[in-house]
């Protein structure tokens, strides 16, 4: 018989292997191991979808994805595995299961990011698949999409792609392009004129282009309102712009922390509601809050507050209504 000591070692020995077994499982050694359909039974017919933890906060054991009815009803919440951007001091991929800044297609697909340099993009349909394993990552902001349903994003020199298109920058401009994660391919790159850094981005059907980025004489943040084909650029305060699904709306924040939403051409402001910590999103990084989420019919909005509570607000009365944690929610 093995002597005490014998015994001792072997499962000194054996607990070791088992627990580089793991790390090697948790680091990605063993393959891509993410479930390529994550929603056997296709998306769940909820009309919000948000993230359920902290945008500014990581942890591997944070959950992915929750959905959630209008009314605050039906809550679902998901959690699945998934590689975020960064890699071990091996090169190894490391593993999370956070989704961040979630959005809805006009086609009903949906998007979401992971954190990460770079950071990594994922696309699930309505059926419930996932793609964008093997694809080179947008860069940069909250990403979104265009009317075609390809992801809108920004990308420079730090981004995988950017060698293919360097050809395209102008000096004092941003490359935008549009990524097919179904086919891993870009179908077109825009050329933004000057800009710092950029947060977020979006495209309505008329070809209205908004994004929003940090003015460093003023030290704030403003919205551009920009159409490449007309020409037309208009430049003012606010933060996390997003088209209503018409594209005839445009939703944001000022610096004063109110939501307000104005007509895309020639439209005045109209206050809705104040959301509190969106002041503070104007001196500090900008992580808390996010686009608005605008319902189908444009009469409602979905927005969260700096403490993670969701709330619809009416688009003509400024009507709130609580609805549940969450964190980036959108409006399918």
């Known amino acids: 018989m093995f002597s005490a000591r014998f015994r001792v070692i072997f499962c000194v020995i054996g607990i070791i292997c088992v627990g580089c077994l793991f790390l090697f499982w948790r680091w990605g050694f063993f393959g891509v191991w993410e479930n390529t359909t994550p929603f056997p039974a296709g998306l769940p017919l909820r009309e919000i979808v948000f993230a359920l933890d902290p945008p500014y906060l990581a942890s591997s054991r944070f959950r992915t994805l929750g959905f959630v009815h209008p009314d605050g009803t039906g809550r679902v919440e998901y959690r699945f595995a998934l590689y975020d951007g960064s890699r071990s001091m091996w090169g190894a991929r490391l593993v999370t299961s956070q989704g961040l800044f979630p959005r809805w297609s006009l086609q009903g697909e949906l998007l979401f990011s992971m954190r990460g340099i770079p950071p990594v993009v994922r696309l699930i349909t309505q059926e419930g698949k996932m793609f964008g394993f093997q694809c080179d990552a947008p860069l ?44 891993c391919r870009m179908n077109g790159v825009i050329l933004l004129p000057a800009l710092e850094f950029i947060d977020s981005i979006g495209e309505n059907s008329s070809g209205w282009l908004v994004t929003d980025f940090y003015d ?13 084909e007309r020409g037309t650029r208009e430049v003012f305060p606010g933060l996390h712009p997003s088209f209503s699904d018409d594209g005839e709306w445009l939703a944001y924040y000022r610096p004063d922390g109110y939501l307000v939403i104005r007509r895309v051409e020639g439209g005045e402001e109209q206050v809705l509601v104040e959301v509190e910590g969106a002041k503070e999103e104007f001196t500090n990084w900008p992580e808390r809050l996010s686009m608005p989420g605008w319902s189908g019919d444009g009469k409602w909005l979905v927005v969260n507050d700096s403490f993670g509570r ?23």
Do not use: C
Request: aromatic content about 16%; glycine content about 12%.
């Open 140 to 183: 940069g902001g909250r990403l979104n999409f265009d009317p075609q349903g390809n992801i809108i994003a920004f990308f420079n020199v730090y981004s995988s792609i950017y060698q293919n298109y360097q050809g395209y920058q102008m000096p004092g401009s941003v490359l935008v392009g549009r990524h097919d994660l179904k086919n």
């Open 216 to 228: 460093s004489d003023t030290k704030t943040w403003q919205v551009l309102l920009y159409h490449p």
């Open 310 to 332: 969701m709330y619809i607000i009416h688009r003509e009365n400024g009507q709130k209504k609580y609805i549940g944690p969450g964190w980036a929610p959108d409006w399918r």
